[in-house]
């Protein structure tokens, strides 16, 4: 069974910063792909960042020169930098894995508020 659980939200006011952590656990062997997303009230989830296999990172528009998704294998835990914070950056962030097989897991969010 694989796990993963999702840390480091929380309020912060615009221009600040926060560090959200992924740590997976179970028998992980092969990895595609791991990923940010996030969620507003009232939109559609949407992908912020992904580091997939060989090292590639993708980052949304919106936060390109912000955000930073990075991974540490030996902890089994990957991360996403936030700097310069905006509001329109609030919302619930969601990680995924995809294994080499193909299934999917997500964990179950944590929540980013910015104030203005």
């Known amino acids: 069974q694989v796990q993963l659980v999702e840390s480091g939200g929380g309020l912060v006011q615009a221009g600040g910063s926060l560090r959200l952590s992924c740590a997976v656990s179970g028998n992980i062997f092969s990895i595609n792909a791991m990923g940010w997303y996030r969620q507003a009230p009232g939109k559609q989830r949407e992908l912020v960042a992904a580091?997939?296999?060989?090292?590639?990172?993708n980052y949304t528009d919106s936060v390109k020169g912000r955000f930073t998704i990075s991974g540490d294998n030996a902890k089994n835990t990957v991360y996403l930098q936030m700097n310069s914070l905006k509001p329109e950056d609030t919302a619930v962030y969601y990680c995924?894995?995809?294994?080499?097989?193909?299934?999917?897991?997500w964990g179950q969010g944590t929540q980013v508020t910015v104030s203005s």
């Open positions: 995924n894995l995809v294994l080499r097989g193909g299934n999917a897991y």
């Open positions: 580091i997939v296999r060989g090292g590639s990172t």
